[in-house]
């Protein structure tokens, strides 16, 4: 009875972790840079919808359908991006070029400071936006009810995937961030203009991460140490997908989504445990990853 | 000297409460400030429980800077985080060794005391736990502490309580059969309260009457996303939900479940529900659940028009943090004056600044009236350290005036029905609470 639950939970889980991994491997694909604050975007993004819905939107708005879906998210990622620009970009850029160990230590730096940031700004208690959760309402599914907004996350990102797909694949940009991600040198010697290719790459990473944490929030609480809970997470999902890797992104978190679900239900103590130990046997099997790590 | 120092000793945590001073000439106090550590995870998931928690005791230190300090000894605090039980073990003997404390009050976490105690014991530095109340603290790790005190009601008196309420409110002596799902973050305490509420359910119900139809674990502030969980529960059929998930998970989970429809169906009775800051359990909480409080403390309760202490308490929180205290701000608070008032005694006993040895004779046996209530520090075992006040647990109700979910018709436990007497001889696997209850708790008997 309930296994059409888990199969949509199971979706809507890995949605999110698409957008986060997406943008790992855009930045990883791209800069060559593995980003340990990036997840401190996504919680970013959490944040400030949930203070847009409640202090902006509600206030003035009410409990608007379309201001509750439309509104938070767009600002919520614009805050994002203008937050990725200002902090992010300079540092991921500085890190380029400069050795495994100096990138961890200044993202990691990083995600101290936005750590510290959220509670100066936020507080230490979870910070929530339900509104659109509850505005949606919810469906049968199997004899069980369903949150409406569950599905239009898992339909929403989907066509965010396929749009992403349309960009890297049927698109020119698409074909020189493909050939960025295989040969940054030889795409420099063509004639590309790296510095502000290099910023749109990490804005987009950035506003994909952003994003998720955006249509997260009506779902859950936003707190302090959730960046370093989805990080890890995002990381399994990198490897076991293929790190730097469009298809990678969906394939992993496909899996991690699918085998988080399988072990919540039949072993749930062991859940960290499994993927682990599938991100070591992709690692040991196929190490570029499922999906293939040739670049995004 | 043991308990004798300590017992009938009834101190009061507050300002304004007959500070001791020490006379001009020939008083014997040092002049340089009292240095005194606090280490509370206010960092993280955690925070949601540790700030608080943190803020009872910077309170506490600030009315006692502000009445002139400890026998006129300014009190300097040192600050460093808690977090897992290396880095908070580090940053203890950083706080010892570097910035040389003089006491210690710290810890929200289970996985800590025990981490840090032996240190409190190894370099001789009073040191008050304000939380993190494992039952194996006293029973297991450092079972004849001297330097080590904890006065927060003890981890399994949180599962044996609410599966009191949950018997009681929800009548479940009259069912036929109790159909229970268990939900618990996958950690110390969790399994605990686990523990404690099946052995509750099962003496007092009968074992026969009980059912287990589900269990869920998921690690703790590693789940936000509870579908899979409440989907599961639902399809169970259970009557009741039993849980210790706390702050940010409780909060997503019955957020969530609200939308799952889970309270239109199952009963929930909670060791913690409402144990975060108060205003954090909003007005669409669900009416008519057991609300959990840690088994300690609810800001409304001693109720204010009859307990001056802990209205004047609350009200001196609200207005120096702006939030309502929880019962990790309540016992953090009382944690300090605990110490004031027994170096006060033993200055007053020996006529000079007290030795951390000579402060524990007074804290041994002693009681404080704090804004709970009565706590008294037990001074033999099992358990000798640690505090035990009146249990505590209510149904939730929606408070029209403060605008969010309180704890309302108080359930108020005399500790000595919820938890091991001192005394007592037995098993220490996994608790000497649950083989207490398994040896003298009679079967089919409601015991409140």
Request: aromatic content about 12%; overall charge neutral; hydrophobic content about 45%.
């Amino acid at each position: 009875m309930a296994l059409p639950i888990y199969v949509l939970d199971t979706l809507f889980y890995s949605s999110l972790l698409f957008l986060i991994i997406a943008g790992l491997n855009l930045i990883y694909g791209i800069l060559r840079v593995v980003n340990l604050a990036h997840a401190s975007l996504f919680t970013l993004g959490a944040y400030a919808t949930a203070w847009i819905t409640t202090s902006l939107i509600v206030p003035r708005l009410g409990e608007n359908l379309l201001a509750l879906m439309v509104l938070p998210l767009v600002l919520g990622v614009i805050l994002v991006i203008l937050v990725s620009l200002a902090l992010v970009t300079p540092l991921l850029r500085y890190s380029q070029g400069r050795g495994d160990a100096f990138q961890l230590i200044v993202t990691f730096g990083l995600l101290i400071i936005f750590e510290d940031l959220f509670k100066l700004i936020w507080g230490p208690y979870p910070v929530s936006a339900y509104n659109l959760f509850f505005q949606t309402g919810f469906v049968d599914v199997a004899g069980l009810r369903y949150p409406v907004y569950k599905l239009y996350v898992i339909l929403f990102t989907a066509i965010l995937a396929l749009a992403l797909w349309y960009v890297t694949y049927r698109t020119a940009f698409g074909i020189v961030l493909r050939a960025s991600s295989m040969d940054p040198h030889m795409a420099t010697a063509l004639g590309l203009n790296t510095s502000r290719f290099l910023i749109i790459v990490i804005v987009l990473a950035s506003a994909l991460a952003g994003l998720g944490g955006s249509l997260y929030i009506p779902v859950a609480s936003v707190q302090l140490g959730l960046s370093t809970e989805f990080l890890v997470i995002a990381f399994v999902g990198m490897v076991i997908g293929g790190l730097g890797s469009f298809v990678g992104a969906v394939v992993g978190s496909l899996i991690v989504s699918s085998l988080r679900t399988l072990t919540l239900i039949v072993f749930p103590e062991l859940e960290l445990v499994v993927l682990y130990l599938v991100a070591v046997i992709v690692l040991l099997w196929k190490p570029e990853g499922i999906g293939g790590g040739r670049g995004w | 000297m043991g308990a004798v120092a300590g017992a009938g000793a009834v101190y009061v945590a507050g300002p304004g409460r007959g500070e001791v001073k020490p006379p001009e000439v020939g008083a014997r106090i040092p002049t340089t400030p009292l240095k005194v550590g606090l280490q509370y995870m206010t960092k993280g998931g955690g925070a949601a429980w540790g700030d608080p928690t943190y803020k009872g005791a910077r309170l506490a230190v600030e009315e006692i800077n502000a009445a002139g300090g400890i026998l006129g000894r300014r009190l300097e605090f040192v600050e460093r985080d808690e977090a897992g039980a290396d880095a908070t073990k580090a940053e203890f003997e950083k706080l010892i060794t570097v910035d040389k404390i003089d006491v210690h009050f710290c810890c929200i976490s289970s996985g800590n005391t025990p981490a840090l105690a032996p240190i409190a014991e190894e370099y001789k530095v009073l040191t008050f736990f304000a939380d993190g109340c494992t039952d194996i603290l006293f029973e297991k790790t450092v079972t004849n502490p001297m330097y080590t005190f904890r006065v927060t009601n003890i981890q399994s008196a949180d599962g044996v309580t609410a599966a009191l309420g949950a018997i009681k409110f929800f009548n479940l002596m009259e069912k036929d059969k109790v159909r229970v799902a268990h939900i618990h973050p996958d950690y110390a305490y969790g399994r605990n309260a686990y523990q404690h509420i099946q052995v509750v359910f099962e003496k007092v119900l009968g074992k026969d009457r009980v059912e287990i139809v589900y269990e869920g674990w998921p690690k703790l502030f590693g789940v936000t996303d509870f579908g899979p969980f409440i989907t599961s529960i639902l399809a169970s059929g259970a009557d009741v939900l039993a849980t210790s998930l706390w702050a940010a998970d409780w909060i997503n989970f019955y957020k969530q479940a609200l939308g799952y429809g889970l309270f239109k169906k199952v009963k929930v009775v909670s060791t913690i529900s409402h144990g975060i800051a108060p205003h954090m359990v909003e007005s669409d909480y669900p009416e008519g659940q057991i609300a959990g409080v840690h088994a300690n403390y609810y800001f409304l309760y001693p109720e204010h028009e009859s307990y001056p202490l802990n209205r004047d308490f609350v009200r001196r929180f609200y207005e120096r943090w702006k939030e309502y205290p929880t019962n990790g701000s309540e016992g953090a608070y009382v944690s300090v004056y605990l110490y004031k008032s027994a170096v006060e005694r033993a200055y007053q006993a020996l006529g000079r600044w007290p030795e951390p040895e000579e402060v524990i004779p007074f804290l041994e046996g002693a009681s404080i009236l704090g804004p709970a209530g009565i706590l008294s520090i037990r001074a033999r075992p099992p358990n000798k350290h640690q505090g035990y006040k009146n249990a505590i647990t209510g149904i939730s109700r929606v408070d029209p005036k403060l605008g969010f979910s309180i704890v309302a018709d108080p359930l108020r436990i005399p500790v000595e029905r919820v938890t091991v007497p001192e005394g007592w001889e037995g098993p220490t696997e996994p608790t000497m609470t649950y083989n207490w209850i398994m040896a003298t708790w009679r079967e089919g008997v409601l015991p409140i």
